[in-house]
């Protein structure tokens, strides 16, 4: 009879611990469902900010980035937009003659004409675009240097601050936007001295890739003659 009495309680317990390991997979199924569900609610709209104006220049600039919103918040705030706060639609900020942000492209538009211009249709990441003031003040020539993530050098599937930052050059009206930094490098920091009329910049090459400046990996000082009609880097060893 005690045999009896002890099987009749272990398979109780059986059942129960059973029953336990059901209901957290259950509940961990629901979680699983319940972050897919709250991924798929999340959209992407493009948005352009109010126009800026860089003195002494011909253009009105329009940042461009993407901003992302819940679709039930979409649905039930829509036509209220001044109510959310904190999370507004801006993707960029002015200070002086820079431009800064999460942009994904620029848009000129001459303020006499109103013709406007896409710096670029790549999807890129654009960091900050800086008017070059001494270079227009010694030779007259209107140019912006812009710090640009054009790849996922991370492979996390994402262009975020995480990737490689490359350097570009272009003119003021979006046109002949190019690239500065080799393919492979990263940007480490650029400068202009005005007395010369000429940019430096820096760059390095991962060579493992492991993220960590270590003896293997390539520095490279590159100068830009910006009076030249051609701007291209030239490499200098010190």
């Excluded at 002494?56 to 600039?61: A, D, G, R, V």
Aim: hydrophobic share 35%.
């Amino acid at each position: 009879m005690k045999n009896i009495y002890l099987i009749m309680m272990a398979g109780m317990l059986c059942s129960s611990c059973f029953m336990n390991e059901n209901t957290s997979n259950n509940r961990h199924s629901e979680k699983e469902d319940l972050v897919t569900a709250e991924k798929k609610k999340v959209q992407q709209i493009k948005v352009a900010d109010l126009p800026v104006h860089i003195d002494s220049t011909q253009y009105l600039i329009h940042p461009v980035g993407v901003y992302e919103i819940e679709e039930k918040r979409s649905k039930t705030r829509m036509g209220s937009y001044s109510g959310y706060g904190a999370q507004n639609f801006k993707v960029s900020t002015q200070v002086g003659d820079e431009i800064s942000g999460n942009m994904n492209s620029i848009t000129f538009q001459h303020i006499e004409t109103g013709v406007a211009h896409e710096l670029t249709n790549k999807d890129v990441r654009i960091i900050s675009a800086t008017f070059l003031r001494d270079i227009f003040n010694t030779t007259k020539k209107q140019l912006l240097v812009y710090q640009v993530i054009d790849a996922d050098t991370n492979k996390d599937g994402v262009k975020n601050y995480l990737d490689q930052k490359s350097l570009y050059i272009g003119a003021m009206g979006g046109g002949g936007f190019t690239k500065l930094t080799q393919q492979g490098h990263e940007l480490i920091d650029w400068k202009v001295i005005a007395a010369t009329n000429k940019l430096f910049f820096r760059s390095v090459k991962d060579i493992n890739k492991n993220g960590v400046l270590e003896k293997e990996d390539v520095v490279s000082h590159h100068v830009i003659d910006l009076e030249k009609e051609t701007l291209t880097p030239v490499y200098y060893q010190l």
